[in-house]
């Protein structure tokens, strides 16, 4: 059944998860459940599986990092790599996060993509450390190199400048999600899946079969 988020409280639902117990924004709800898993002392929370296909339809998933979550999911990367061409040749992505025991947690996100502006790149190419800078602008990102030395004869040709300087093809993405699925593990296979789905009117929540 769907249900609009104003009125998702059904009588009698007894998962582990309710939905009077979601927040009515999925984007604050995931930021719940990375706050719990964190707690609950899952290391790298914000890590998430990124999903993208470009012309040719072929799938292609890697991790990144969610690095912001607002009114989408932020992740910064090389705008020249594998993952950027099929975001320029198809601007949708499906993202996964998994926070492992105790909480036994999956959130699914998917839609469409778009650039972050310069400054917000900027302004988070700024909290990274130096030799990180310095790495990724020497670093094309996904090409084909010889040898791990021609990598590092490159990081040293970047030079020691305090503030390296963002290069062009290195910023972020933002994940504007339309589906949001929040799943935990349950007695006998029995989980809870919620999903959030935005249509004209904002977001639907509704409950699905394991
Ligand atoms: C836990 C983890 C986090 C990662 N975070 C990022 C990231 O935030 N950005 C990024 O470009 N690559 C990140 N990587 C490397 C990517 O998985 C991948 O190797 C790289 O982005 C190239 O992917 P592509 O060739 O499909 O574009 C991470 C890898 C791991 C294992």
């Given at each position: 059944m769907t249900q609009t988020c104003a009125d998702a409280a059904p009588v009698?639902?007894?998962?582990?998860?309710?939905?009077?117990?979601?927040?009515?924004d999925p984007v604050r709800q995931l930021a719940n459940w990375i706050a719990d898993a964190r707690a609950a002392?899952?290391?790298?929370?914000?890590?998430m599986c990124l999903a993208t296909s470009g012309a040719e339809g072929m799938p292609s998933a890697r991790f990144v990092l969610m690095r912001g979550l607002d009114d989408g999911v932020v992740f910064f990367t090389d705008y020249g790599s594998d993952k950027a061409r099929d975001l320029r040749d198809n601007p949708r992505a499906a993202a996964v996060f998994h926070f492992s025991a105790p909480v036994h947690r999956q959130v699914r996100v998917s839609g469409s993509v778009a650039k972050t502006g310069a400054e917000e790149s900027d302004r988070y190419w700024a909290t990274r450390p130096v030799a990180s800078r310095r790495s990724a602008i020497a670093s094309h990102q996904s090409s084909v190199i010889t040898t791990r030395r021609e990598l590092e004869a490159a990081v040293a040709a970047?030079?020691?400048?305090?503030e390296p300087v963002r290069p062009e093809r290195w910023g972020g993405y933002r994940i504007h999600p339309e589906v949001v699925e929040f799943w935990e593990e349950g007695q006998d296979r029995l989980h809870d899946r919620l999903r959030f789905r935005r249509d004209h009117e904002g977001w639907r929540l509704e409950r699905l079969s394991p």
């Open positions: 009698g639902d007894t998962g582990r998860v309710d939905v009077t117990d979601l927040d009515r002392g899952e290391l790298m929370p914000e890590a970047v030079g020691d400048a305090p």
